[in-house]
C-alpha cells in the first residue's frame, strides 16, 4: 500500500481517521475512545473537512486501511497506524498503561517477522470487516466500553466474607480438641518450643512462625482468634472498613493455620490464605463499600486473582496428567472417585451408579473443562462468562457429590470476577441503582499493588510449571524470594487428586476395659457404621474426620497426629471427645484403645434395599498395636 508519511498542516494532537461507514470500524473506535480520553482525536475520513485538513492523502487510502497523525505530521496507516494509537492513547493511562501500551508497537519496530505478520493480518481483517463484525459481536455483544469490575469486586467480597465466616465458625467448634491444652496438637507446647528454638534470631522468628500465638496459645486465645476472625468477616460482608477488615482476616487465619499444623494443611485452606491476601490489593479504601456506589478496583489486582483461578483450575488438570496415574489416562477415575473421596454426599451413592460410559465421558468432561477452559479466560468478555459457566458449574458439581468445606464456594466466588459490570448490571440494578466510579485508587496503593505483582507473579510462575513438571531456567534467582515469602503460606501450588485412590481403607478405633471387650467410637461423618447414610456437612469441614481418611492410606507410626489422639482418648480428654460423634465409655475412659482397618466400599442396590446398608466393609488388618497409658 502507498503511505504519505507526513502532512503539511499537522495536527495539534494525535488523530485516528477510520472508515465511519464500517460497524467494525466504529466498535473499536468506541472502545479507543474510552482508553485515550482526550489524548487522541477521532474522526471518519467521510467528513469533508479531513480532505481539506489532509490533502496529501489520496481518499482511496483511508478507504484501504485506518490512518494515524501525530503532532509532528509523521503518518502511518494499517497495523502500524494501530499500534501508534495503542501507545499514544497508552499515556491516559499512567505508569502500567504507557507501559503495556507500548510493547506491540516496540516488537513491531524491532523483531524480525512481527512488521509483515502485523501488517497480513490487518489486511486480512480489513478485507473481511463483516465476518470479523460478526466475530467481535459474538466474543464482546455489543458492549462498546471498556470492561470494569466494580460490580464484579463488590460481589466477590462478600462471597470471600461469607467464607472466611464459614472458615472461622467451623474451626471455632473444634479449635480446642484440635490445638487446645487438652487437644490431639497443643498450640502451647508447640510455641513454647519455637521460643526456645528461635530465640537466637531475634524479630525473624515473627517471619519464619507467622501467628499471632506467640503472644499467647491459651484456650481462650484460640477460640478468641476464632470468634474475632467470624466478627470481622461479618465487617466484610456487610462492606464495613474493607481495607482494614482483609487484612486482619488474612492474619488472623494465617495464625491458625500456623499452630494447626496437620488439621490446617489443607488446599482450600492454603487457598483462602492467597485469596484473601490478593484480595487486600481490590479493598476499597472507604468506610462502607456499598452497591450503589462501587469503584472500580485496580486492574493489576483483578489480573493477580485471574492467575491465580488460572493455576488453580489449569493446574488441577494438568497434575491428573503429569502424575502418570493410570485411572486418568485411561479415563476411569470417577468409577473409583465417589465411593472412595474422603466425605462424600448422599448423591454420591446414586452417582457411583451411573453407567461406565456415563462416568467415561464425566472423566472427560472434567479434564476439558480443566485444561482448556482456563484459557478461555484469556478471551474477550463474552467468552470468559463461558468459562465462569463452566467452571461454577464443575463445582456445583463437586459440591453435590463431595463435602470439600469451603473450597468450592471459594472457587466460584473467584470466578465472579471474570464477569465485567455489564454482564452483572442487570442483576444489580434489579435491587439497587448503581454508580460505577472510574479506579480512584492513590498512587501509594498502586505502587503496593505492583509490589505484591513483581513479588508472587514470578515465584508462582516457577512453582507452578514446576508442579506441572515443567522446569524453568532461572529458579536460583528466584529462590531466596521464595524462601522469604514461604512461611505465609500466601503463593501455593494447586492440584486436587492427582492420583485417584482406587480403595477405602477406613479406620475404626475400639477402646476397651479389659482388652477383651471392645468398643467402637464413632465418628460425626466419616464412615463407620455401615448403615448410616453419607451427611451434608461442608461448608463446614470436621477436621479430624478428614485427617482420619488421609491417615488410613498411610502408616501408624507416620502419623504423630494420631498416636496423639489414641492418647487423649486414653486421657478422656472431654475437647477431643466433643469432636466424635458417641463416646462408648461416657466420659469414662477405657484402659485401652487400638485401632484397626477396614476396607469399605458402597454396597449395591439390592444390599441396601433389603438391609438398609449404605456400605460393605471388610476387616484387613491392625493399624496400631493395642495401645495404654501404662
Same mark, same amino acid.
Given at each position: 500500500?502507498?503511505?504519505?508519511?507526513?502532512?503539511?498542516?499537522?495536527?495539534?494532537?494525535?488523530?485516528?481517521?477510520?472508515?465511519?461507514?464500517?460497524?467494525?470500524?466504529?466498535?473499536?473506535?468506541?472502545?479507543?475512545?474510552?482508553?485515550?480520553?482526550?489524548?487522541?482525536?477521532?474522526?471518519?475520513?467521510?467528513?469533508?473537512?479531513?480532505?481539506?485538513?489532509?490533502?496529501?492523502?489520496?481518499?482511496?487510502?483511508?478507504?484501504?486501511?485506518?490512518?494515524?497523525?501525530?503532532?509532528?505530521?509523521?503518518?502511518?496507516?494499517?497495523?502500524?497506524?494501530?499500534?501508534?494509537?495503542?501507545?499514544?492513547?497508552?499515556?491516559?493511562?499512567?505508569?502500567?498503561?504507557?507501559?503495556?501500551?507500548?510493547?506491540?508497537?516496540?516488537?513491531?519496530?524491532?523483531?524480525?517477522?512481527?512488521?509483515?505478520?502485523?501488517?497480513?493480518?490487518?489486511?486480512?481483517?480489513?478485507?473481511?470487516?463483516?465476518?470479523?463484525?460478526?466475530?467481535?459481536?459474538?466474543?464482546?455483544? +455489543?458492549?462498546?466500553?471498556?470492561? /470494569?469490575?466494580?460490580? $464484579?469486586?463488590? &460481589? *466477590? !467480597? =462478600?462471597? @470471600?466474607?461469607?467464607?472466611?465466616?464459614?472458615?472461622?465458625?467451623?474451626?471455632?467448634?473444634?479449635?480446642?480438641?484440635?490445638?487446645?491444652?487438652?487437644?490431639?496438637?497443643?498450640?502451647?507446647?508447640?510455641?513454647?518450643?519455637?521460643?526456645?528454638?528461635?530465640?537466637?534470631?531475634?524479630?525473624?522468628?515473627? +517471619?519464619?512462625?507467622?501467628?499471632? /500465638?506467640?503472644?499467647? $496459645?491459651?484456650? &481462650? *486465645? !484460640? =477460640?478468641? @482468634?476464632?470468634?474475632?476472625?467470624?466478627?470481622?468477616?461479618?465487617?466484610?460482608?456487610?462492606?464495613?472498613?474493607?481495607?482494614?477488615?482483609?487484612?486482619?482476616?488474612?492474619?488472623?487465619?494465617?495464625?491458625?493455620?500456623?499452630?494447626?499444623?496437620?488439621?490446617?494443611?489443607?488446599?482450600?485452606?492454603?487457598?483462602?490464605?492467597?485469596?484473601?491476601?490478593?484480595?487486600?490489593?481490590?479493598?476499597?479504601?472507604? !468506610? =462502607?463499600?456499598?452497591?450503589?456506589?462501587?469503584?472500580?478496583?485496580?486492574?493489576?489486582?483483578?489480573?493477580?486473582?485471574?492467575?491465580?483461578?488460572?493455576?488453580?483450575?489449569?493446574?488441577?488438570?494438568?497434575?491428573?496428567?503429569?502424575?502418570?496415574?493410570?485411572?486418568?489416562?485411561?479415563?476411569?477415575?470417577?468409577?473409583?472417585?465417589?465411593?472412595?473421596?474422603?466425605?462424600?454426599?448422599?448423591?454420591?451413592?446414586?452417582?457411583? =451408579?451411573?453407567?461406565?460410559?456415563?462416568?467415561?465421558?464425566?472423566?472427560?468432561?472434567?479434564?476439558?473443562?480443566?485444561?482448556?477452559?482456563?484459557?478461555?479466560?484469556?478471551?474477550?468478555?463474552?467468552?470468559?462468562?463461558?468459562?465462569?459457566?463452566?467452571?461454577?458449574?464443575?463445582?456445583?458439581?463437586?459440591?453435590?457429590?463431595?463435602?470439600?468445606?469451603?473450597?468450592?464456594?471459594?472457587?466460584?466466588?473467584?470466578?465472579?470476577?471474570?464477569?465485567?459490570?455489564?454482564?452483572?448490571?442487570?442483576?444489580?440494578?434489579?435491587?439497587?441503582?448503581?454508580?460505577?466510579?472510574?479506579?480512584?485508587?492513590?498512587?501509594?496503593?498502586?505502587?503496593?499493588?505492583?509490589?505484591?505483582?513483581?513479588?508472587?507473579?514470578?515465584?508462582?510462575?516457577?512453582?507452578?510449571?514446576?508442579?506441572?513438571?515443567?522446569?524453568?531456567?532461572?529458579?536460583?534467582?528466584?529462590?531466596?524470594?521464595?524462601?522469604?515469602?514461604?512461611?505465609?503460606?500466601?503463593?501455593?501450588?494447586?492440584?486436587?487428586?492427582?492420583?485417584?485412590?482406587?480403595?477405602?481403607?477406613?479406620?475404626?478405633?475400639?477402646?476397651?476395659?479389659?482388652?477383651?471387650?471392645?468398643?467402637?467410637?464413632?465418628?460425626?461423618?466419616?464412615?463407620?457404621?455401615?448403615?448410616?447414610?453419607?451427611?451434608?456437612?461442608?461448608?463446614?469441614?470436621?477436621?479430624?474426620?478428614?485427617?482420619?481418611?488421609?491417615?488410613?492410606?498411610?502408616?501408624?507410626?507416620?502419623?504423630?497426629?494420631?498416636?496423639?489422639?489414641?492418647?487423649?482418648?486414653?486421657?478422656?480428654?472431654?475437647?477431643?471427645?466433643?469432636?466424635?460423634?458417641?463416646?462408648?465409655?461416657?466420659?469414662?475412659?477405657?484402659?485401652?484403645?487400638?485401632?484397626?482397618?477396614?476396607?469399605?466400599?458402597?454396597?449395591?442396590?439390592?444390599?441396601?434395599?433389603?438391609?438398609?446398608?449404605?456400605?460393605?466393609?471388610?476387616?484387613?488388618?491392625?493399624?496400631?498395636?493395642?495401645?495404654?497409658?501404662?
Amino acid at each position: 500500500m502507498r503511505e504519505t508519511r507526513q502532512v503539511a498542516t499537522p495536527p495539534a494532537r494525535p488523530i485516528l481517521i477510520f472508515d465511519g461507514d464500517c460497524g467494525f470500524c466504529r466498535f473499536w473506535v468506541t472502545r479507543f475512545r474510552s482508553h485515550t480520553g482526550e489524548a487522541v482525536e477521532f474522526a471518519p475520513f467521510q467528513q469533508p473537512e479531513i480532505a481539506r485538513r489532509f490533502p496529501e492523502i489520496p481518499p482511496e487510502h483511508f478507504v484501504q486501511a485506518v490512518h494515524f497523525i501525530e503532532p509532528d505530521g509523521c503518518v502511518s496507516d494499517g497495523a502500524e497506524a494501530v499500534f501508534r494509537l495503542l501507545s499514544a492513547g497508552g499515556a491516559a493511562l499512567g505508569f502500567a498503561g504507557r507501559t503495556w501500551s507500548r510493547l506491540p508497537l516496540m516488537a513491531y519496530r524491532h523483531l524480525p517477522g512481527v512488521r509483515a505478520i502485523s501488517e497480513h493480518a490487518y489486511r486480512l481483517v480489513a478485507d473481511h470487516r463483516p465476518l470479523f463484525a460478526r466475530l467481535t459481536t459474538l466474543g464482546w455483544g +455489543r458492549v462498546t466500553r471498556p470492561p /470494569t469490575y466494580a460490580l $464484579a469486586n463488590w &460481589v *466477590f !467480597l =462478600r462471597v @470471600l466474607g461469607l467464607v472466611y465466616l464459614f472458615a472461622f465458625a467451623s474451626l471455632a467448634t473444634q479449635i480446642l480438641g484440635l490445638v487446645g491444652h487438652d487437644g490431639i496438637l497443643p498450640a502451647a507446647p508447640y510455641m513454647e518450643q519455637a521460643r526456645k528454638a528461635l530465640a537466637d534470631i531475634g524479630v525473624d522468628r515473627f +517471619r519464619l512462625l507467622p501467628t499471632l /500465638t506467640w503472644f499467647s $496459645a491459651s484456650d &481462650v *486465645f !484460640l =477460640r478468641g @482468634l476464632c470468634v474475632s476472625g467470624a466478627a470481622v468477616a461479618v465487617m466484610l460482608i456487610a462492606g464495613i472498613l474493607p481495607a482494614i477488615a482483609l487484612p486482619l482476616l488474612w492474619l488472623l487465619y494465617l495464625s491458625l493455620s500456623t499452630v494447626g499444623r496437620d488439621f490446617l494443611s489443607y488446599q482450600w485452606d492454603a487457598l483462602l490464605l492467597e485469596t484473601g491476601f490478593l484480595a487486600i490489593c481490590l479493598a476499597p479504601m472507604t !468506610l =462502607r463499600h456499598r452497591l450503589r456506589d462501587v469503584a472500580d478496583p485496580p486492574r493489576l489486582g483483578v489480573w493477580l486473582l485471574w492467575w491465580l483461578l488460572f493455576r488453580l483450575t489449569f493446574g488441577s488438570g494438568a497434575v491428573k496428567l503429569a502424575s502418570g496415574d493410570p485411572t486418568w489416562h485411561e479415563l476411569t477415575a470417577l468409577t473409583f472417585h465417589f465411593w472412595t473421596q474422603p466425605i462424600p454426599t448422599p448423591i454420591a451413592w446414586y452417582a457411583n =451408579r451411573l453407567p461406565a460410559a456415563w462416568l467415561t465421558a464425566s472423566t472427560v468432561a472434567v479434564l476439558a473443562i480443566e485444561l482448556i477452559a482456563p484459557f478461555l479466560m484469556l478471551g474477550p468478555r463474552r467468552i470468559r462468562a463461558l468459562a465462569f459457566s463452566l467452571f461454577v458449574g464443575l463445582q456445583i458439581l463437586i459440591a453435590l457429590t463431595g463435602n470439600y468445606a469451603f473450597f468450592n464456594l471459594l472457587t466460584a466466588g473467584l470466578c465472579v470476577l471474570l464477569l465485567d459490570d455489564a454482564a452483572l448490571e442487570r442483576i444489580t440494578a434489579a435491587v439497587a441503582r448503581v454508580t460505577v466510579r472510574q479506579d480512584g485508587s492513590s498512587a501509594a496503593r498502586r505502587l503496593a499493588v505492583r509490589i505484591v505483582a513483581m513479588v508472587t507473579v514470578p515465584i508462582s510462575l516457577f512453582m507452578f510449571m514446576g508442579s506441572v513438571g515443567v522446569e524453568l531456567p532461572g529458579w536460583r534467582l528466584v529462590a531466596p524470594l521464595a524462601a522469604i515469602v514461604h512461611p505465609f503460606r500466601s503463593v501455593n501450588t494447586y492440584g486436587l487428586f492427582a492420583v485417584m485412590t482406587t480403595a477405602r481403607p477406613e479406620i475404626v478405633v475400639e477402646g476397651s476395659e479389659d482388652g477383651t471387650v471392645w468398643q467402637p467410637y464413632e465418628f460425626k461423618y466419616k464412615p463407620t457404621d455401615v448403615r448410616q447414610p453419607p451427611s451434608w456437612v461442608a461448608p463446614h469441614q470436621p477436621r479430624l474426620d478428614w485427617q482420619m481418611w488421609f491417615a488410613a492410606l498411610s502408616q501408624f507410626d507416620h502419623e504423630a497426629w494420631f498416636r496423639n489422639f489414641c492418647v487423649r482418648l486414653l486421657q478422656g480428654s472431654p475437647d477431643v471427645l466433643r469432636l466424635l460423634q458417641r463416646d462408648p465409655f461416657e466420659g469414662r475412659p477405657p484402659h485401652y484403645v487400638r485401632a484397626l482397618v477396614y476396607q469399605y466400599r458402597f454396597a449395591d442396590a439390592a444390599t441396601r434395599r433389603t438391609d438398609g446398608m449404605w456400605w460393605t466393609r471388610e476387616r484387613v488388618g491392625d493399624y496400631s498395636p493395642v495401645l495404654s497409658l501404662r
